[in-house]
């Protein structure tokens, strides 16, 4: 019996990311849309912004806004003032008043007073913050320009305010980093007693000074033994906190994991709003310019920023629901599959899964295909053995 492939729900209730490409610093490992802050048109920015998002919501009208996420370069970068035209904008233009997460990006010392009432005033209910590392020499040396004392000053400020829905971005296998030094971050993260962590292993990023740096051997990374190490041991300190891993990167108290994140891996669309912003909607993923010149003109002009499309075969959409899928603990569900697909996952996937879950690397239960732990760890192997595998099907 074949069933038919379901509407998405997604269609009329979207969710929207949100880029602010401007920073104060630049650092060193980034490879993000970004341009240090000083002499660019920050307001002209704010209003194309708004544009965009005009425009796309008259082509593609919502009726809800599920998730909003802010984020950047550093939209704590923005003053006060521009910080509150961009969120007045956005209530203006999206159904706000259905958005289940409201997120902005910060970083520790950008976040004053002033920007921090802004945020409260127009409700924004999580906030996500760039620490990194605890270990302030190492904070130098990848280019932030936060302390750990800048931490725990707005760790304090954000609970003078009553905010309790924050998440940090912690960053391990840095350059130079000991296992001690890792440890002394996971245990001060921990005790700040936050409902959410994200945890990120250094990944060179081409065109970054840390790629340079690698290449002209001027630094080493951590081994591979001990970044395995370090994730090992987060996860174990993690769960010991009561803090549940509900994806590769992430840990959260119940009821307090990502809603937009989980709007990625559940692979809904979603729109991508500001320059080098990435959106998917209705099968097709798109790009906007990047450079903020590249990104205004066509704005100037009343015509949308987008710079490459790319619609995605059926082919295509099931790879898509299966590697974003298994990012998550619980794994890619074999029911949405076929209810989205009209085909069964084991139809498609049957023999690499047998294969690998023999490997201990998945593990399969009546609902469900996921990870174990150590398929966790080497996550990119489980994703291109499915590849090799459709590959030679296919042939």
């Given at each position: 019996?074949?069933?038919?492939?379901?509407?998405?729900?997604?269609?009329?209730?979207?969710?929207?990311?949100?880029?602010?490409?401007?920073?104060?610093?630049?650092?060193?490992?980034?490879?993000?849309?970004?341009?240090?802050?000083?002499?660019?048109?920050v307001?002209?920015?704010?209003?194309?912004?708004?544009?965009?998002?005009?425009?796309?919501?008259?082509?593609?009208?919502?009726?809800?806004?599920?998730?909003?996420?802010?984020?950047?370069?550093t939209p704590?970068?923005?003053?006060a003032?521009?910080?509150d035209?961009?969120?007045?904008?956005?209530?203006?233009?999206l159904?706000?008043?259905?958005?289940?997460?409201?997120?902005?990006?910060?970083?520790?010392?950008?976040?004053?007073?002033?920007?921090?009432?802004?945020?409260?005033?127009?409700?924004?209910?999580?906030?996500?913050?760039?620490?990194?590392?605890?270990?302030?020499?190492?904070?130098?040396?990848?280019?932030?320009?936060?302390?750990?004392?800048?931490?725990?000053?707005?760790?304090?400020?954000?609970?003078?305010?009553?905010?309790k829905?924050?998440?940090?971005?912690l960053?391990?296998?840095?350059?130079?980093?000991?296992?001690?030094?890792?440890?002394?971050?996971?245990?001060?993260?921990?005790?700040?007693?936050?409902?959410?962590?994200?945890?990120?292993?250094?990944?060179?990023?081409?065109?970054t000074?840390?790629m340079?740096?690698?290449?002209?051997?001027?630094?080493?990374?951590?081994?591979?033994?001990?970044?395995?190490?370090?994730?090992?041991?987060?996860?174990?300190?993690?769960?010991k906190?009561?803090?549940?891993?509900?994806?590769?990167?992430?840990?959260?108290?119940?009821?307090?994991?990502?809603?937009?994140?989980?709007?990625?891996?559940?692979?809904?669309?979603?729109?991508?709003?500001?320059?080098?912003a990435?959106?998917?909607?209705?099968?097709?993923?798109?790009?906007?310019?990047g450079?903020?010149?590249?990104?205004?003109?066509?704005?100037?002009?009343?015509?949308?920023?987008?710079h490459?499309?790319?619609?995605?075969?059926?082919?295509?959409?099931?790879?898509?629901?299966?590697?974003?899928?298994?990012r998550?603990?619980?794994?890619?569900?074999?029911?949405?599959?076929?209810?989205?697909?009209?085909?069964?996952?084991?139809?498609?996937?049957?023999?690499?899964?047998?294969?690998?879950?023999?490997?201990?690397?998945?593990?399969?239960?009546?609902?469900?295909?996921?990870?174990?732990?150590?398929?966790?760890?080497?996550?990119?192997d489980?994703?291109?053995?499915?590849?090799?595998?459709q590959?030679?099907?296919?042939?």
């Amino acid at each position: 019996m074949i069933h038919p492939v379901i509407e998405e729900k997604s269609e009329t209730n979207i969710s929207a990311y949100i880029h602010i490409p401007f920073c104060e610093h630049i650092c060193y490992y980034c490879d993000f849309n970004k341009v240090f802050l000083e002499g660019q048109p920050v307001d002209e920015y704010i209003e194309a912004l708004l544009k965009e998002m005009t425009l796309t919501i008259e082509r593609y009208p919502i009726t809800a806004s599920e998730t909003i996420y802010v984020g950047g370069g550093t939209p704590t970068s923005l003053t006060a003032k521009q910080l509150d035209r961009l969120l007045s904008g956005i209530h203006q233009i999206l159904p706000t008043s259905t958005t289940k997460e409201f997120t902005v990006e910060a970083n520790p010392g950008d976040l004053s007073e002033d920007k921090m009432i802004v945020l409260k005033n127009h409700g924004i209910d999580r906030l996500s913050m760039g620490v990194q590392t605890f270990d302030d020499r190492l904070l130098k040396k990848i280019g932030r320009k936060h302390t750990a004392a800048d931490v725990y000053d707005t760790v304090k400020m954000l609970e003078k305010h009553d905010f309790k829905n924050v998440t940090i971005d912690l960053i391990y296998a840095l350059p130079g980093q000991t296992m001690e030094s890792f440890r002394d971050t996971l245990t001060r993260a921990i005790d700040l007693g936050l409902p959410h962590y994200a945890m990120y292993s250094l990944i060179l990023e081409n065109k970054t000074m840390f790629m340079n740096w690698v290449r002209q051997g001027r630094m080493a990374l951590p081994s591979q033994e001990a970044e395995t190490q370090m994730f090992d041991e987060a996860i174990e300190a993690m769960a010991k906190a009561g803090l549940n891993q509900y994806e590769i990167s992430n840990f959260a108290r119940p009821g307090y994991e990502s809603k937009h994140n989980m709007m990625y891996w559940n692979n809904a669309h979603y729109f991508g709003f500001g320059a080098g912003a990435s959106g998917y909607l209705d099968q097709t993923r798109y790009k906007n310019k990047g450079p903020i010149q590249h990104y205004l003109r066509p704005l100037r002009e009343g015509k949308l920023p987008v710079h490459e499309r790319e619609v995605l075969t059926r082919e295509n959409q099931m790879e898509e629901e299966l590697f974003l899928g298994l990012r998550k603990k619980r794994g890619v569900s074999k029911t949405r599959f076929q209810q989205k697909f009209a085909v069964s996952f084991h139809e498609v996937y049957g023999s690499v899964t047998q294969k690998l879950v023999a490997k201990g690397w998945l593990a399969e239960d009546l609902d469900n295909v996921y990870l174990t732990k150590a398929g966790m760890f080497i996550g990119n192997d489980v994703f291109e053995a499915f590849l090799i595998d459709q590959e030679s099907t296919s042939n």
